[in-house]
């Protein structure tokens, strides 16, 4: 399996800021066949940098997408007018869930749609730091991981991506920690066995599962030894062009 380095610029960069990023970005990258490195930039660079992405070395994902494919809903946009964009999208992601109130539900729609317009979702999922506290992060990410997943037949679930992004970690909660390589494990570990259920061992084995959450050149290789991590997604270091790149360097070390 590749390793996956995702790139999520949030709210940041402007149509031309994330063309010179991309620019130097692809520059400086050699192409690693067995490292897939993706940039999500905002909806609005998407189109332009569609044009610009050199698709052997990087890929493109949105960073979020309306489930109905056209119709009456002002301001979206939707998983139909990004095929052919995009190859990615991140679904679920925290600030999604947490800032403008997506549940389970929408989620479960979303990569529906993402997958009807053959995009290839990267379903976040995770716990806040009062759901750890509580003991119910076992809980949390098994309703996550069973929503989302819940219009996903057998045959597509093999265009589905995890990724474990404990809220509590992501640089942009006050007062972020970092995630013990343990407690990655434990809660990897956990997403795996609940694939097996519902999708059986092989789909356990072979899913990409990704972790994120204040991951920086210093501690990328800790994160991608964790047994069953298969990437990281990565916000705030992925806009500043040397550690990202240093990340990706160490991707491809760890897997030599
Ligand atoms: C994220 O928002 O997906 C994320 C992991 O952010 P950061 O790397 O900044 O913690």
Redesign the pocket.
């Known amino acids: 399996m590749k390793t996956y380095i995702v790139g999520?610029w949030?709210l940041n960069f402007n149509v031309g800021e994330a063309s010179i990023y991309l620019h130097k970005l692809q520059r400086k990258m050699p192409n690693y066949r067995d490292v897939e490195v993706v940039v999500a930039p905002s909806a609005v660079a998407l189109q332009p940098l569609s044009l610009q992405i050199d698709r052997h070395k990087m890929k493109l994902a949105a960073q979020n997408a309306f489930y109905r494919d056209y119709g009456a809903y002002t301001g979206e946009i939707s998983f139909a007018q990004l095929r052919g964009l995009v190859d990615y999208c991140?679904i679920g992601?925290?600030?999604r869930r947490h800032i403008f109130g997506e549940d389970d539900k929408m989620i479960q729609k979303k990569v529906a749609a993402a997958i009807r317009n053959k995009i290839k979702p990267i379903l976040?999922i995770g716990e806040t730091e009062s759901e750890r506290g509580f003991g119910e992060t076992a809980d949390v990410i098994r309703d996550q991981l069973v929503g989302g997943l819940a219009d996903v037949s057998e045959e597509d679930i093999d265009k589905v991506l995890i990724?474990y992004?404990p809220v509590w970690?992501?640089?942009?909660?006050k007062a972020?920690k970092m995630a013990s390589p343990d407690e990655v494990a434990e809660v990897v570990d956990l997403v795996r066995s609940v694939l097996g259920e519902l999708y059986g061992e092989k789909v356990a084995k072979e899913t990409a599962v990704l972790f994120?959450?204040?991951?920086?050149p210093s501690n990328a290789g800790a994160y991608l030894t964790v047994p069953g991590v298969n990437g990281l997604?990565?916000?705030?270091?992925?806009l500043i062009l040397s550690e990202f790149t240093d990340i990706i360097e160490t991707a491809k070390r760890v897997r030599a």
């Open positions: 999520n949030k991140i992601h925290s600030e976040c990724a992004e970690a992501i640089s942009s909660t972020a994120g959450g204040s991951v920086n997604l990565i916000g705030g270091a992925s």
